[in-house]
């Protein structure tokens, strides 16, 4: 059913924990039998800065390969999920520096119609994951997307506990399997609607 949804990862990670949550959210989509891609986007924060954290330092070595976020990564897709550490209660800079870029394709609309998700890691529980989906959901709704949340649509969902997006506390270290399991299956999920929504839209 799902053959011919195509699927952007696009995430911002410093130390690597939602780039874990976005290959989880890769599988899951290709599982279901999307076309996958995953992208990073460019970070901005200053060269000092960065330096100051080793850990940040070797996640962007270790991840250089992987392809930058552009436009024609979000006009291919029928879903795309978004993943962003939560800064302050918010999404990453990084990540808003991409979404406000895309104002020529939203004012012509080639925004819309598509499925949207959202996933999130913070260093602690009450940290701010749920505002930061909300967040990203603010400008998901500007787009004019279809919000796809993992509600409590699998098993999986009651053990990882939050129905906005997959997120994960990196105080208690790396995702585990309950986190990833709860990618693999919000990825799934968006693959299914859009498959859904390209079959309807075929048909009509
Ligand atoms: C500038 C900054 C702000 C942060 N703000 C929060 C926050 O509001 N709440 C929280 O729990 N963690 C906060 N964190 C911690 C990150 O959200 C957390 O370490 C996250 O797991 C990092 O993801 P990453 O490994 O993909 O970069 C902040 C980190 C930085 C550097």
Redesign the pocket.
Known sequence: MSESVNVSVIY????????ALARAAVEGAEKAGAQVRLRRVPETAPQEVISLRQE?VR?LADTADVELAGHDDLEWADAVLFGT??????P?SQLRVFMESTGPLWFQGRLAGKVYSAF?????A????ESTLLALGNTFYHWGGIIVPPGYTDPIQFQSGNPYGTS???DTGAPGEVQLQAARHQARRAVEVAAALKEGRTAA
Do not use: D, K, L
């Open positions: 911002y990670s410093a130390t690597g924990t939602v780039h940040w996640h550490p939560t800064r302050f209660g918010n990453a999130t890691a913070s260093s602690t009450h940290g701010g994951q994960h506390v990196s």
